[in-house]
């Protein structure tokens, strides 16, 4: 790993521009090769098709010197007009058992010019092995006249068809000229694919930078999104320079964000453990005042000042670095909250459990629809922190009860997630303060009484706790009256 850690320092660029830059360079040099060996090959292709033009004079030629060459010295005359690969001849006749088998097992054949009165125009076939001639090739608007014009355009087409071809010209006397060019007349690529190829290559390059310059600013993505821990950032080393940077310094203001709150908790930790003694002394103190109506003021302001202290804690702490993430039963949870309510006569009500349903057609043995309840199959088993979820829902239910006069509880189970639902009969939140109310120490009554507005901590912390797990709070006031305040909680999450 260290090796390979070197490599990529030395050699490989940490700024982000420069790696895109290199990297679209290479992709576009790797464009420009696939569009250069297409463009190459098919205007070699065709230079080689322009060139083959010079078989037709020759194939002429030499028609008319062996029609005067006496026909037991044909076959011997024959072999010295062949000039390599680029074309070569070969006399048979009708009874040649070997061109006939040759003939019929591969291959098909188009006569390209008739018989003539003239023998100077003699029968030309032309035959393509493995397919069939084109005859789009083959017409021509402006016919040759004489046998050499007529074999120069013949040679061209036959190039042209990509394909291994001969053609075979009747001598006078029967016998037939067979000619072929293991150069020209061959299988090859057309310019059709040799075009796919060139396009084929191109969007793969595409799509090659496209999926490189993705994964070039992944490590941009993974910070935006907030997946983001020290020790797996630093270990990166092929991240960019720019990304190692920002990581680096959310990681550093994650921990300095950690170590403030650790502080101020430690701090609100610290005085509310010291005024318990003078507030213990002032409580005391207190029982001895005669004045009935003093003491309880008394009493009720040093209650007053340890429950904000506490709330406040409470809130720093969010109740959640103490529990670890366990898996329990969210069904339980709920009850227990709304029993402890109805135990001590708050108007709690804990509605049903909504199980989802599956609706069933009809079938051969009955026609009616069935809806089959899953609560046997969806359990309430869930993944997260009992406790503070229980605080969370406690909050809730209890700002039902105290701002709304009364609370119901609907319990949702679904198979990815469960919907707690606390509705109230109050008289619902302003639709410009929804967001308001979850941010900590703000109360929609200004009065900073106690009994009446409360710490304004409530709803921050159930906001803070449903956050930690994954899910959501929202708030709806329903359409006559009251509020209904509904928790969205994944049953399975990764929490760290």
């Keep these: 790993m260290s090796v390979i850690n070197t490599i990529l320092k030395k050699w490989f660029p940490e700024k982000v521009r420069l790696r895109i830059l290199i990297f679209g360079f290479c992709c576009g040099m790797l464009a420009t090769s696939f569009a250069a060996i297409g463009v190459g090959a098919i205007i070699s292709r ?268 409470d809130f720093l702490k969010g109740g959640l670095e103490t529990e670890e993430v366990e898996y329990f039963e969210i069904v339980s949870l709920v009850q227990s909250i709304c029993d402890d309510f109805s135990d001590v006569g708050m108007p709690v009500t804990f509605l049903p459990i909504q199980y989802p349903t599956l609706r069933t057609t009809g079938t051969v043995f009955s026609s009616q629809e069935k809806s089959v309840p899953l609560d046997s199959l969806t359990k309430g088993v869930m993944q997260g922190r009992p406790r503070a979820l229980k605080r969370a829902i406690t909050n809730l239910v209890a700002n039902a009860v105290k701002y709304g006069f009364q609370a119901k509880v609907c319990l949702t189970i679904e198979p990815s997630r469960a919907l707690i639902e606390v509705i109230d009969r109050g008289p619902g939140i302003p639709e410009d303060e929804m967001e308001n109310v979850l941010k900590p120490f703000y109360r929609l009554e200004k009065s900073r009484n106690r009994e009446t507005g409360g710490s304004g901590l409530g709803l921050s912390i159930v906001s803070s706790v449903i956050q930690s797990h994954q899910g959501t709070v929202d708030l709806i006031n329903q359409p006559v009256q009251g509020l209904n305040a509904t928790i969205y909680l994944p049953r399975s999450n990764n929490l760290s």
Aim: charged content about 30%.
């Design 46 to 313: 065709r230079a080689e098709i322009a060139e083959a033009t010079w078989i037709g004079p020759v194939i002429a030629r030499v028609y008319e010197e062996l029609s005067h060459v006496p026909e037991e010295r044909r076959v011997l005359a024959t072999a010295n007009f062949n000039r390599a690969d680029a074309v070569q001849f070969k006399l048979a006749n009708s009874e040649d058992q070997d061109y006939q088998d040759s003939t019929s097992l591969v291959g098909n054949s188009k006569v390209v010019t008739n018989a003539s009165t003239l023998w100077r125009t003699p029968k030309i076939t032309l035959t393509v092995f493995g397919g069939k001639p084109r005859s789009r090739l083959l017409k021509t608007n402006h016919p040759p006249e004489d046998l050499t014009a007529r074999l120069t355009f013949l040679v061209s087409a036959v190039a042209r068809h990509d394909q291994s071809s001969n053609i075979v010209l009747v001598m006078p006397n029967g016998d037939e000229l067979i000619v072929s060019s293991p150069k020209y007349w061959r299988d090859r690529t057309t310019e059709v694919q040799w075009l796919l190829i060139m396009i084929s290559g191109m969007l793969f390059t595409a799509l090659l930078y496209v999926m490189g310059t993705r994964k070039i600013l992944r490590p941009f993505r993974y910070l935006g999104d907030g997946v983001i821990s020290g020790e797996k950032v630093f270990s990166h080393i092929s991240w960019p320079k720019e990304a190692r940077e920002i990581a680096e310094r959310l990681f550093l203001e994650q921990e300095e964000k950690a170590e403030v709150i650790e502080e101020r908790t430690r701090m609100l930790t610290a005085i509310s453990h010291d005024l318990r003694t003078p507030a213990t002394r002032l409580r005391l103190r207190a029982e001895f005042v005669e004045d009935e109506e003093l003491k309880n003021k008394i009493l009720a302001d040093l209650d007053l000042m340890l429950a904000m202290t506490r709330d406040a804690i």
